[in-house]
């Protein structure tokens, strides 16, 4: 299989065809809570495993702010 490039927090990433939002949460070693967005579409948590990416798609890991 070749591998695709994927942008996470717009660094690429290289991965291989098959690769779902559960995979780059892993390769990150995110730690909740965040939230996930696909090429700026929400992904619900139940969905990570189940959601395939695309050569070039662009992930973005977004954890909570507080304060104010």
Wanted: cysteine-free.
């Amino acid at each position: 299989m070749k591998p695709m490039n994927v942008f996470i927090n717009q660094v690429p990433h290289e991965f291989d065809a098959g690769a779902t939002v559960a995979d780059a949460i892993m390769r990150l070693q995110a730690r909740p809570p965040f939230a996930v967005a696909v090429n700026l579409q929400f992904v619900p948590n139940t969905q990570y495993a189940q959601h395939l990416l695309q050569a070039n798609d662009r992930v973005d890991l977004i954890a909570p702010v507080t304060g104010g």
